[in-house]
């Protein structure tokens, strides 16, 4: 099993700041088969990132990821009140497509 | 627009079973490799099993291999999660989802989710 570690666990900014949410991978991952999700209290989570650094359809620019070996990055150039929430990271890789244990972007 | 509803969720006691429905509409749903996903109340997103577009490789988290059968009708544009000797540790909302594309296993629809309680 290919274990994604998360990090920071929370993650305190303000609105208009930038946001760095990493995620490791235990093992390297084929073609950056790596996901990023947001999820809101209540609420299913939202595709954001595919291929560690594709954009879904309607996301906005303000989110890019980034991959560099088995670290993996998502990037929010610049907050919006909307975006604090949790972020997962997932690899969709290998069985069982494993998720990160989540980091919490909470508003400073 | 691609839309998932799941049903079928509730309370059950520890060794009994449940049967997890979830109707897709709004995209051509035999073309697409399906999963279903669970957390727990206050934890993190679990991967729980999936197959692809025709029914075809099967797999399943090892928490729950042997005990969950995951389905399709592509027929009635359906998926099911057939769960047996439920434990405590099975309680989640269960989410039914989407694969983005043919060998792009991210997942682009997520249903709203059916909750599977465990308890005596």
């Known amino acids: 099993e290919i274990v994604l570690t998360q990090s920071p666990d929370t993650l305190s900014l303000s609105p208009g700041e930038r946001a760095t949410l990493s995620c490791r991978a235990g093992?390297?991952?084929?073609?950056?088969?790596l996901a990023w999700y947001q999820q809101k209290p209540g609420q299913a989570p939202r595709l954001l990132i595919y291929?560690?650094?594709s954009r879904a359809t309607g996301i906005p620019d303000r989110f890019s990821g980034s991959a560099s070996g088995t670290d993996f990055t998502l990037t929010i150039s610049r907050l919006e009140p909307e975006d604090f929430a949790v972020y997962y990271c997932?690899?969709?890789?290998?069985?069982?497509?494993?998720f990160g244990q989540g980091t919490r972007l909470e508003i400073k | 627009e691609a839309q998932l509803v799941e049903s079928g969720g509730g309370l059950v006691q520890p060794g009994r079973s449940l049967r997890l429905s979830c109707a897709a509409s709004?995209?051509?749903?035999?073309?697409?490799?399906m999963h279903w996903v669970r957390q727990a109340p206050g934890r993190g997103l679990e991967w729980v099993a999936g197959?692809?577009?025709?029914?075809?490789?099967?797999d399943y988290a090892d928490s729950v291999k042997g005990r969950f059968t995951i389905s399709r009708d592509n027929a009635k544009s359906s998926l099911f999660l057939q769960m047996n000797s439920l434990r405590a540790e099975d309680t989640a909302l269960y989410y039914c989802?989407?694969?983005?594309?043919?060998?792009?296993?991210?997942?682009?629809?997520w249903g709203q989710g059916t909750m599977v309680t465990v308890s005596s």
């Open positions: 989802t989407k694969e983005l594309r043919k060998w792009i296993g991210a997942f682009d629809v």
């Open positions: 093992q390297s991952l084929t073609n950056n088969q």
């Open positions: 997932q690899q969709y890789d290998r069985s069982p497509k494993t």
């Open positions: 197959l692809f577009w025709d029914g075809s490789n099967i």
């Open positions: 291929g560690a650094s």
């Open positions: 709004g995209f051509t749903f035999e073309d697409y490799a």
